[in-house]
Each structure stands twice: as structure tokens, then as C-alpha cells.
């Protein structure tokens, strides 16, 4: 996922500041290569095509060809059945990933996670961290993932905003409106009256982030806002591929709304962020550079946490709608109001 490979990034940015005349290679899957472009941490990029690696033989054979690029160490942030066959076929001398039961023997050094953030980088990135100390890294060089645009890029952007007739003289935010997938999105019709929340209190422009086929969801929440709401929105000003997303997410102030791709990528442009957690995502995990200011997070579980007494993330997901049903957004327009006011106002 986009996350989860932006922020795998920082291992690469670590590992030439740390030793300049490495050569590092990252691993990912197709889809996810937009988020990695023009990133000078990176030597090259070994992509693995879902279509075409599916079943044991072309993965192993998949496998013995990046072998053959004889490397001395091998980090496996992933730690799937993917990786693991991918792991076991190569003759790296060091090999480290997180400590599972049952696969340690796949590698030479397995870091155990740990179960509470010790900062405000939040789990997902101090897990990451965490695989570079048997490198005698310690102590990181760098925390914060970024993505890297062209100017041509930032130009075409600002063309964009500009042909849509976007107001320069408003602030202007981002609208996570779905997450990856229907267990990711906050209900559509509390997410509208976070939106009109947005659009009749505040003097903004507001761009809403959804796929060209998910247009039924987005006109579901725009068809139940205010007439005023609704002249703040630019509602087809969308980028034509994950690029041009990102360049527009970067002339953005903010963004709100499901944590996901979007979020990660924002923040990796520095952009500050107000994120609503699905129930069974652990906010430990996600909730990235919390520090209730220019970052800061809602999760039902802020709100009513004996409802999640016993019970894992995976149940939790089989009855998210039931958990979803609870989660209104008056729980938390306060301190939806807080953070705007402090960086609308």
C-alpha cells in the first residue's frame, strides 16, 4: 500500500546517509511507484508485478532473478509469504526483518516490535527504524518520508488551480473523502456533515480526493451539503494520475478525513492533517507525527474504549458498520473546530 511504501522510503534515506557509498534497491509493488519518483535515496527500483509473479514458480523464479543482483544485506519491511520466498532464495549474508514465530529462521537478525509509541512518530515509522539498528544505526537520520516534485510538476498544478477558477485569496483543503476501502471510509452521510461543518464555518476552498469510479460515493456527500458549501468546492478539480494528485496536494494547506494513501502522501509535503481512523485500525500504528497541533487524529475508541475490551482488530473489521454506527461526528467537531481555527482562522 502507498503508506506503507512511502514510509519503508526512510529506510533507503538512512541507509545512504548513513553509508553514502551504498548502493540500495527498493522492492515494490507497480502500482505503488508514483510515491517513490525522482527520490534520491533510491539506485534502482526492483518492482514486483502482482499479474505477473502470482503462483509458487513464477515467484520463485521471480526471486532467483533478483538474487542475481548479489546483494550483502537484505531488509525485509514487508515480512509476507511474498517476501519470505523471496528472503529464503537469497544469499544476502545479513538478513533482517521483524521477529514472527515460525520464520526466524529466514533471518540472521529479527527485531521485535514494540507495542506503544515511544514518540510522536507513532509505531509505523519506529517499526521501520527499528530494522536498521543491527546496522549499528541507532540513532536515525532522518524520520520524516517525503515525496519529491518536479517543477513542472508544481507548475502544472497551479495551471490546474488556476483554470478552475480556484480562489487565490482562500486557504485551501483537502478532502480525504473515502479510504481504500469500504472498512476505511468514514459513513458517507456523517462524512457530509463533517464537510458542511467545514464549508459554512470557515472561508476556504475545499477539493475533494476520490477516483474518477468512485464518483457515485463523492456525489453522495456533495449532493447533501448547503448551497454554501457547495460553492467553496471545486468538485472536478482532480489530478488525472497519482503525480498530479501529489502536486496538487502540495498547494493545499491541509487535509481531512479517512486516514489512507492520501493522508501519508499530504504529510510527506509537510502538510498538516486532521485524520478520521477507521475502528479496527490501530491508531497507535498510523496516528504518524501526532502532536495534536499540526497533527492530530479521532478513532472511536478515543470515545468509547470498553467497546473494544477483548476484542482484535480482525473481529473488529467483520462488524466495523456495527462500530461505524456509533462514531458521529459530534463526538468530535470540537476538536475538529480547535484544529481549524487554529490554522484557518
Not at 325 to 335: G, I, M, N, P, V
Request: proline share 4%; net charge neutral.
Amino acid at each position: 500500500m502507498i503508506g506503507d511504501v512511502l514510509i519503508s522510503s526512510l529506510l533507503c534515506e538512512n541507509l545512504k546517509k548513513a553509508f553514502p557509498n551504498a548502493i540500495v534497491h527498493y522492492l515494490v509493488n507497480s502500482n505503488t511507484l508514483p510515491v517513490l519518483e525522482n527520490n534520491p535515496f533510491i539506485d534502482e527500483l526492483i518492482i514486483f508485478n502482482e499479474n505477473e509473479t502470482k503462483g509458487l514458480l513464477k515467484l520463485i523464479c521471480f526471486s532467483k532473478n533478483v538474487n542475481k543482483n548479489q546483494y550483502d544485506i537484505v531488509i525485509d519491511a514487508y515480512s509476507k509469504i511474498q517476501s519470505w520466498i523471496d528472503v529464503f532464495i537469497n544469499q544476502a549474508s545479513k538478513k533482517i526483518s521483524y521477529k514472527k514465530p515460525g520464520r526466524t529462521f529466514l533471518y540472521t537478525d529479527n527485531v521485535t516490535k514494540h507495542t506503544e509509541p515511544k514518540s510522536h512518530l507513532g509505531l509505523a515509522i519506529e517499526h521501520r527504524l527499528a530494522l536498521l539498528k543491527p546496522l549499528g544505526i541507532e540513532k536515525p537520520l532522518a524520520t520524516e518520508p517525503k515525496l519529491y516534485l518536479t517543477e513542472k510538476e508544481i507548475e502544472n498544478a497551479r495551471k490546474n488551480l488556476k483554470d478552475h477558477q480556484i480562489n487565490p485569496n482562500r486557504k485551501t483543503v483537502m478532502i480525504s473523502l473515502l479510504g481504500s476501502d469500504e472498512s476505511k471510509t468514514y459513513p458517507l452521510d456523517e462524512m457530509a456533515k463533517m464537510v458542511d461543518f467545514l464549508g459554512l464555518n470557515y472561508d476556504v476552498n475545499i477539493l475533494f480526493n476520490y477516483f474518477p469510479k468512485q464518483i457515485k460515493q463523492a456525489e453522495k456527500v456533495y449532493n447533501q451539503l448547503s448551497s454554501e458549501t457547495k460553492s467553496k468546492i471545486y468538485f472536478d478539480l482532480l489530478g488525472g494520475d497519482l503525480r498530479s494528485f501529489i502536486a496538487l496536494a502540495n498547494e493545499c494547506d491541509l487535509i481531512i478525513g479517512n486516514d489512507g494513501g492520501a493522508i501519508n502522501m499530504s504529510k510527506a509535503l509537510s502538510k498538516k492533517s486532521f485524520i478520521v481512523f477507521s475502528p479496527w485500525i490501530d491508531k497507535n500504528v498510523w496516528a504518524t507525527f501526532e502532536d495534536g497541533i499540526h497533527h492530530t487524529s479521532v478513532h472511536l475508541k478515543d470515545y468509547f474504549p470498553e467497546k473494544f475490551d477483548n476484542l482484535t482488530n480482525r473481529q473488529i473489521k467483520k462488524q466495523v458498520d456495527l462500530f461505524y454506527s456509533y462514531f458521529d461526528f459530534d463526538l468530535f467537531k470540537e476538536k475538529l473546530r480547535k484544529f481549524l481555527d487554529l490554522h484557518l482562522k
